[in-house]
């Protein structure tokens, strides 16, 4: 039986939560802002009244602990972050963090054969730095030196935002998870139309695609745009917007790609000048990687076609390469079962957004399951669940705990 009320409460707490903002009116929440450290402590305040053990590592991720049954009973993890995008809706990231403290709750005491700890991850979306998944990368020893170097806009690094929080950089290999975990399970929104297209309310995740982010930058030569003929222009956004058309060409005719020209920046960005650089950003998808990559070469060479016939100089700079990610079969029979028994169609879908269940994959098995987004609003304040939806979410979250439990006694 889908718990409605359950379902009410997860849905009050992500909104309440959505106040928290570094911004007043809306939703923007970034890495360890003042922001963040209000949600730390409203879900610590939660996890305490459920009987977990809390923490906050050196990359800031909470870390919500509930005891199994043994002492050193293997842990499952459950999460996502709890950073945003500008302007972004109250339940990207944060309704797994609350989905998963809610199913701590509903045991009401119950010990099971494995201990749960409920992650809160610091960072996933890559605003603040323009690198995204510091908090799950933390969890897997991934936070390089290169990495901890990054800088904000204003020019502070990873590093010494992780000093301001009140917390360790060297630390960080605290952070790492323990060794051999049950396993890792993300509830997320859909954020995107597929699932209310097919009238279904949930789906098991098999597979995340891969995601490549890049700079490009088209440099040529400022000019008077009045006293500078067209035949001799070095113009780096007429350049850019040529190639801009190509990434589109491209995406439109390869099957499941997806290619976005999200931001372009024209230097000096005057009205009567002609711009001298521009960079414009690449973000590329495909659930085959080597659909993508080859789709970043193609582009590549496009970009240095393009150069070479209009005088310009092509700078590219690699802002991640991140390869898709298989879930793990079983976990993914196990939700697939865990849904039907809840009621819902057993739909299994690939993911065109990247999640910290993509870092996580490669080193425990991983699971996701989608909910809804009603409209496929996402990353906007428009962004909804709907409570059904989430309550059998929620009964399925339950099975699946009941069968991981079930099978140690097997």
């Not at 790609?257 to 001298?276: C, H, K, M, Q, W």
């Not at 005088?311 to 993914?332: N, T, Y």
């Not at 699971?367 to 609003?377: D, E, K, S």
Request: net charge negative; hydrophobic share 45%.
């Amino acid at each position: 039986m889908a718990d409605v009320e359950a379902a009410r409460e997860v849905i009050r707490r992500c909104r309440a939560l959505a106040a928290c903002s570094d911004e007043p009116g809306f939703t923007t929440r970034t890495f360890l802002s003042d922001s963040m450290r209000a949600v730390l402590v409203k879900i610590t305040m939660w996890m305490s009244a459920a009987g977990m053990k809390t923490s906050v590592d050196a990359a800031g991720n909470l870390r919500g602990v509930y005891e199994g049954a043994a002492v050193d009973a293997r842990r499952l993890l459950i999460g996502s972050h709890l950073d945003t995008v500008p302007h972004a809706g109250a339940f990207d990231g944060v309704l797994g963090v609350v989905m998963g403290l809610s199913l701590v709750e509903s045991l009401h005491g119950t010990r099971l054969p494995f201990s749960i700890e409920v992650i809160g991850f610091s960072e996933e979306e890559g605003v603040r730095f323009g690198v995204p998944f510091i908090g799950s990368r933390a969890l897997v020893g991934e936070l390089d030196t290169t990495l901890l170097a990054s800088r904000d806009a204003e020019g502070v690094t990873v590093a010494q935002a992780i000093r301001d929080f009140g917390l360790d950089p060297s630390r960080l290999a605290d952070a790492r998870t323990d060794a051999n975990p049950l396993g890792y399970l993300e509830f997320h929104i859909e954020q995107g139309p597929v699932l209310e297209a097919a009238g279904r309310p949930l789906a098991v995740v098999d597979r995340i695609s891969g995601r490549t982010a890049a700079n490009v930058t088209f440099v040529g030569a400022a000019g008077h745009a009045g006293t500078t003929p067209m035949n001799i222009r070095q113009d780096a956004v007429a350049g850019a917007a040529e190639w801009i058309g190509c990434v589109e060409a491209h995406a439109h005719g390869t099957k499941g790609l997806v290619a976005t020209t999200g931001r372009i920046e024209a230097n000096p960005g005057a009205a009567n000048v002609i711009a001298g650089r521009c960079r414009v950003t690449l973000d590329v998808r495909h659930a085959d990687d080597r659909v993508r990559v080859a789709a970043i070469e193609r582009l590549r060479v496009a970009a240095d076609e393009i150069g070479a016939r209009r005088g310009l100089q092509i700078e590219w700079s690699l802002q991640l390469d991140q390869s898709g990610a298989a879930m793990d079969p079983e976990l993914v029979a196990t939700l697939v079962r865990a849904l039907d028994a809840a009621g819902a169609p057993p739909t299994v879908m690939v993911s065109g957004a990247g999640h910290d269940a993509m870092v996580l994959a490669p080193h425990m098995p991983a699971a996701m399951l989608f909910i809804r987004t009603p409209g496929g609003v996402s990353h906007h304040p428009a962004e909804s669940v709907d409570e059904n939806d989430v309550a059998i979410a929620l009964t399925a979250g339950m099975n699946f705990l009941n069968e991981l439990a079930a099978s140690f006694n097997a």
